[in-house]
Every structure is written in C-alpha cells, then in structure tokens.
C-alpha cells in the first residue's frame, strides 16, 4: 500500500489555466505539507497543515491554495497558472518527526 | 537567513568505497536535521533524522553525525554498492513541525559497478 499518494503523476497545461493536485495519505498522520521543487531540484516548503490549522510560506502566490476535504486528504488548487510555476509538487505528512512524502506530481505550463 | 549548503554537487566512485557527503547550515538553532533518500523521478525517503541534542546516527550502512557549533553534518555511506545511487538531501527543522524547514541542494551520488 502507498502511504503517501499523489495524482495526476504528469500534468500538462496551458498558462492560464486552473487546476488540482491530489494528495491522499493512509498512515493517519495530521500534519501534511506541500513542497514545490524547481528545475535545479531546490526543494521549498509551501504549505503546512495541521488540524485546520494552515501555516503558509509568505512567499507564495496567492494563487495557490490548499484545500482539505479531511483528514486523509490536502489538495492544491492552482489558478490562472504561470511558466514558472512548471515544477514537481511533493505532498508529505509528519509522523514521529519524520516526514513521509509522496511520489510527486510533475507539472508543466505551456 | 538560513542556508542549507551541500558540497559536493556530485560525487562518483567505485563500488565498495566508503564515501562522506556533507551539509553545511548557518543558523545553528536547529530543531532537527534530516537526511533524505531521492531516486529520479520519485520523492524523498527518509534515511536518518537527527535531534539538535544527539550527536549522531546510525543505520546499516549508514551513519550521519551533527555538530551544531560548526553548522555541519556529515553522512557517512560505508561499502558503498550500485544500489545507494541517488541525490542525497539534507534537511534542517528550525520551528519543530517543519513549518520553517531549509532543504540543502543535494549532493548526486554515483557508484559504479
């Protein structure tokens, strides 16, 4: 069973678009975090996530928001998508001080 | 500001050698640091996580040490095999809950057969 799982693994898209990632976790851990690695594969934090509680990463758009149906879930919402917003988006939870992550959603705006 | 520095960018060697990546970082109030795991096209897995109390840590093959004085922390990889191939990351908690964590660059290792 894949702890942290994430879809779709490839996303295309125009600019301007909007779109979601998905994020699903099964080890029943409640804090979730989205990362955003770039082309040189620095890996930045974007968002944490705890009980309803949202801790952003002041420099994110605006146009990026997180969004958790339940505890077992935190999405990504992009809208009006940019170049440089092409990327691997990693999703990850936290159990026991360490951190879990899935396989990455690779992202691509044309 | 808080910089997380790996050196080398990328290292290759021969099977069986025993090798030592390093993370440098300049803020020494650390929570924890981590050593991450990242085969292409997948995510990261946890190798080895170090408390800013423990000195270090140990599995396997593996041993990562911290000195928090110096802003270093080193992995040591010993009898290295084909297998231990991949980008090696090192990460560094400053608030406990990995709301203010700094991931290193990453040193790619290469062992060849």
């Known amino acids: 069973d894949t702890a942290v799982s994430q879809t779709p693994k490839y996303l295309v898209t125009q600019m301007g678009n909007d779109k979601s990632i998905k994020c699903e976790q099964n080890?029943?851990?409640?804090?979730m975090y989205w990362y955003k690695q770039d082309s040189k594969k620095f890996l930045k934090i974007m968002f944490s996530?705890?009980?309803?509680?949202?801790?952003i990463n002041e420099t994110v758009p605006n146009r990026f928001s997180p969004k958790s149906p339940d505890k077992a879930h935190l999405n990504l919402h992009i809208n009006s998508l940019e170049l440089g917003d092409s990327a691997v988006y990693f999703c990850?939870?936290?159990?026991?001080?360490?951190?879990?992550f899935g396989p990455g959603t690779r992202l691509l705006v044309l | 500001k808080q910089e997380v520095t790996q050196i080398p960018a990328a290292l290759s060697v021969p099977e069986g050698e025993n090798l030592v990546l390093n993370c440098s970082f300049t803020?020494?109030?650390?929570?924890?640091l981590q050593w991450f795991r990242q085969d292409p096209g997948k995510g990261l897995t946890s190798l080895l996580l170090?408390?800013?109390?423990?000195r270090e840590q140990t599995s396997g093959r593996l041993n990562a040490s911290l000195d928090k004085s110096s802003g270093r922390s080193t992995l040591y990889i010993a009898a290295s095999q084909p297998g231990d191939s991949a980008t090696y990351l090192c990460?560094?908690?400053?608030?406990?809950?990995?709301?203010?964590?700094?991931f290193g660059t990453g040193t790619k290792l290469q062992v060849i057969p």
């Open positions: 990850a939870t936290r159990g026991q001080e360490t951190q879990y």
């Open positions: 080890l029943g851990h409640d804090t």
């Open positions: 996530y705890n009980n309803k509680e949202l801790i």
């Open positions: 803020d020494s109030a650390i929570y924890n």
């Open positions: 170090i408390q800013s109390s423990q």
């Open positions: 990460a560094v908690d400053y608030s406990g809950g990995y709301q203010k964590v700094t």
